[in-house]
């Protein structure tokens, strides 16, 4: 607790944001008070200095052009953070110096974020006045976040430049953002916003391997292609078009959901045939995604069903591919 408490000294250089969670253990979530959060603004730089322009995009939304800069030809392969132990697409980045941190690559959220140790010890910049303030659409949470500026987010040898992050508005961990992993417990979460900026993420669900493309297309083998579908966003999630028992609706692929199907009463239990494309899968559980902390607004399609192949997400493309995964582990 000594050494989060002087981390948050340091790292803010206030001793008042220091008084005001110095009983906080790092674990428990308690939101940052106005005294904490002006003291984290009194480090706040323009996004214009960063050659980044926020502009309104309707009701009291703001949208960021000229963040998450890319170097051409820059490839990168993480391996899952806890090998053969889950599914869930966890791997480690870096800030381009000596600190690492876990990120959870997930396709149902519209903007990335930070929890706020990670965005202390990452000396992450937020950006103001104004502060740009966001509540998740994708889970049930009332905790704010602030957009803020890492200067370099870097996998292995794929830099990316002035990544766009939003901090968590409170101390401990990312809360229902984490959606309910724990070993490990995810620092940061790579959303939508920053995927788009990719060429390609590849999640190889057998194989345990994110891969990120900078610039580099990709062309999946025909003999393992299954199927090739048009990549949609809903409320800035990934999502693709498909059928419940004939029904046609458009569906959340879920990259973090630990679920085969999610969403608002479900009409049974178990559905007999769930399809996306030209991928069926039948007698499909079903869940409440409400009992889950989703908010969902469209069926989810979690990674229960999704880790039976390697998916790659083309956004530039709009296109979305399901493979066999080759020599899976």
């Known amino acids: 607790m000594l050494k989060f408490i002087r981390i948050l000294c340091i790292g803010i250089g206030l001793a008042a944001l220091a008084g005001g969670c110095a009983t906080t253990p790092t674990h428990e979530i308690t939101p940052l008070t106005d005294t904490q959060l002006r003291g984290v603004f009194s480090k706040a730089r323009d996004a214009r200095s960063f050659w980044i322009t926020a502009y309104p995009a309707g009701k009291n939304s703001v949208r960021f052009s000229g963040a998450n800069r890319l170097h051409p030809e820059h490839v990168a392969s993480r391996d899952f953070a806890k090998e053969g132990l889950s599914t869930a697409p966890v791997i480690v980045a870096d800030n381009g110096r000596e600190e690492t941190f876990s990120v959870l690559v997930d396709t149902t959220a519209g903007r990335s974020w930070l929890d706020f ?12 006045p104004p502060a740009y303030d966001y509540t998740p659409a994708n889970v049930n949470e009332d905790i704010s976040g602030y957009a803020c500026i890492m200067t370099k987010l870097r996998f292995d040898q794929l830099h990316v430049e002035n990544a766009l992050f939003h901090f968590r508005a409170a101390t401990g961990p990312l809360g229902p953002l984490a959606r309910g992993l724990e070993d ?18 590849q999640i190889d669900y057998p194989n345990h391997t994110v891969m ?8 999946p083998e025909e003999a393992n292609l299954i199927a090739a579908m048009k990549l949609k966003q809903v409320d800035g999630a990934f999502a693709v078009e498909g059928a419940i028992d004939g029904e046609k609706k458009v569906f959340i692929l879920d990259s973090a959901g630990e679920f085969e199907v999610a969403m608002t009463n479900p009409p049974s239990d178990e559905l007999k045939q769930v399809s996306v494309g030209d991928v069926v899968f039948r007698n499909v559980s079903a869940v409440d995604g409400r ?11 979690g990674r229960q069903l999704l880790s039976k192949f390697k998916i790659t997400l083309a956004p530039k493309k709009k296109l979305v591919y399901f493979e066999r995964p080759a020599g899976a582990k």
């Open 184 to 201: 490990p417990v995810p620092e940061a979460i790579l959303g939508c916003d920053i995927l788009k900026a990719f060429a390609f993420t």
């Open 291 to 301: 009992t889950l902390n989703l908010r969902p607004s469209h069926p989810h399609i």
């Open 117 to 128: 140790p990670t965005f202390l010890r990452t000396r992450a910049i937020p950006l103001g």
């Open 212 to 219: 990120l493309s900078a610039t580099i297309d990709y062309a």
